[in-house]
């Protein structure tokens, strides 16, 4: 399953918009019952309001009936990017925290494979 999210996730980072970093990244993602959801980033000149390409991933999975996710890949399309470096944001990891467990797998392309709880070690929670 991470080799066809991995594929997915390079895919969809050719169509995200990045206009001014330049960075293109792409992320796919597995629902619980197997279903496959992509996102790219989406920049806009107010910065803050960027959506990475993990988040968007993750919402379209949830909106489109998904509860939790079993595993996210996430690519980077930059050919001066510095891809030993790139993880998912903790913005995007806390996200993540919402729908994952710490076993989850997170594959980086072209970096490595860890578990979420490895990527996140104290997220946020309300008790």
Known sequence: MIEKLDRLAKNAAQRAYSPYS???VGAA???EAGRVFTGCNI???SYGLTLC???VAI???VAAGATS???LSVAIHDDGADVERF???GACLQFLAE???PATRVSVCDVGEFTFGELLTNPFVVT
């Open 22 to 24: 330049g960075i293109r």
């Open 29 to 31: 993602v597995a629902d």
């Open 43 to 45: 920049e806009n000149a």
């Open 53 to 55: 390409a993990e988040r």
């Open 59 to 61: 919402a379209t999975a």
């Open 69 to 71: 996710i079993a595993a």
């Open 87 to 89: 993880v998912p944001c």
């Open 99 to 101: 729908f994952a467990e």
